[in-house]
């Protein structure tokens, strides 16, 4: 026999009275889909702003340590975002059908295991099979995929702008951690800083479970899934799907190629550490500044024009990086390479929900990751490039003839859609 809640005085049960107070407590808390996009931001501030952009500051520790070559050490970031690419073919179907919370946090744990392992690493191949295996297997749960698709469906009008602003995490990873670490190194070392940065990403783990538990149901996603199947061929018989896959592989070759060997490139020109990480912190900052500008600009202009603008934009500030020769020239192209990466994440997100729609995004995304992810080589032939040729100049220019060729393919897609919905939030 079922036993009621114990009345108050007033006749109304305890279960009523906890049921009330949660009720006003919400009025006061942000929205579900705030939360989530709230949640996502700090997670992608920590996985990618310590696993992929902060990579470059382990270069020279890891070259003394173990005797590497420069291609050597790259080859860890290589193998980190090819994998990371593989991964997310996996992670991009699992969002779509599964809990959010699930997936979330399982790459959480993943990545703090990842850097206490790496802390007590007695050789280099250690590191490798980490970030072959345990780090990108994070990076792939609840890297930018799963936030551009967790945002899609939680948010319908304004959805550019919300893709924008959740992708600002792996920027905002990029203008602190750069910092801390750099301080880090000089204070404990790199096997120390590698376990006060795992310690720290701990506390997320939890807040993921609690906070993605209330995310929006992912029936929509599961009955489309049912409809189309989802396997690579239902994807890979339509032509826009090679498109994006094919122009996001360049645009990510040239970027990573210029962004894991920015401290290496910075000792060339004999600049500090100090000075270096600037470079990271001022790259990420102006990525801030065109992520928000291009997330609200997606919602009312043509998403190929804006990408091509872009194009041309990291273009430009790619050779000019190869010309030059002072920290005050790098700064600047640094500051327009920025500005114009910027607008890469959250335009992914906005083509490929366009193309596909919300539901199906995350799977369409996955499959071209492996396609993708292959621009991970672009730091390995970097530093091979500059240890061949003495310096990274010729390379650079060769980048930016890559991001010309590729972008104008994207005209080939039809005009998206401007969608009309209102929130009813």
Request: net charge positive; charged share 10%; proline share 4%.
């Amino acid at each position: 026999m079922d036993i009621a809640a114990p009345p108050d005085a007033r006749g109304v049960s305890v279960k009523r009275v906890t049921e009330l107070s949660i009720s006003a407590a919400a009025r006061y808390l942000p929205a579900q889909k705030w939360r989530v996009l709230s949640l996502m931001v700090v997670v992608q501030a920590f996985v990618i702003g310590i696993g992929m952009y902060s990579f470059t500051f382990w270069v020279e520790p890891w070259i003394a340590e173990f005797g590497a070559s420069r291609r050597d050490v790259l080859t860890a970031i290589s193998l980190m975002t090819y994998t990371m690419g593989l991964m997310s073919l996996f992670a991009g179907r699992w969002i779509d059908l599964y809990p959010a919370k699930y997936v979330v946090t399982t790459g959480m744990i993943g990545f703090v295991v990842g850097m206490l392992i790496v802390s007590l690493a007695p050789t280099l191949w250690v590191i490798w099979l980490t970030y072959a295996l345990v780090l990108p297997a994070s990076a792939a749960l609840c890297g930018p995929l799963i936030a551009m698709v967790l945002v899609s469906r939680n948010f319908e009008a304004r959805r550019g702008l919300a893709i924008g602003i959740v992708t600002l995490g792996t920027s905002l990873g990029g203008v602190v951690f750069p910092i801390i670490i750099a301080l880090l190194l000089g204070a404990i070392g790199w096997r120390s800083s590698y376990v006060v940065l795992g310690l720290a990403a701990t506390v997320l783990v939890p807040l993921c479970w609690i906070i993605l538990s209330g995310e929006k149901d992912n029936k929509l996603a599961s009955a489309s899934a049912d409809a189309t199947g989802g396997n690579f061929r239902d994807f890979a018989g339509r032509y826009e799907f090679w498109i994006l896959a094919v122009i996001y592989l360049f645009t990510w070759f040239v970027f990573t190629s210029v962004q894991h060997n920015v401290r290496p490139f910075s000792s060339d020109l004999g600049i500090s550490v100090e000075q270096s990480a600037t470079f990271i912190s001022t790259l990420a900052f102006w990525m801030i500044v065109g992520k928000i500008v291009t997330g609200a600009l997606s919602d009312k202009y043509d998403n190929r024009y804006l990408f091509i603008g872009a194009a041309a934009l990291m273009a430009a500030a790619v050779v000019s990086l190869s010309y030059s020769a002072t920290y005050t020239q790098a700064l600047i192209s640094f500051t327009i390479m920025g500005l114009a990466a910027g607008a890469f994440l959250p335009l992914q997100g906005t083509l490929y929900a366009a193309t596909f729609g919300p539901e199906a995004m995350g799977r369409a995304m996955g499959m071209a990751a492996p396609i993708q992810s292959l621009s991970a080589f672009g730091a390995f032939f970097a530093g091979w490039a500059r240890d061949s040729l003495g310096s990274y100049a010729l390379f650079f220019q060769f980048a930016a003839l890559l991001l010309f060729l590729a972008a104008p393919l994207l005209l080939m897609l039809a005009a998206p859609k401007r969608e009309k919905a209102a929130d009813k939030e």
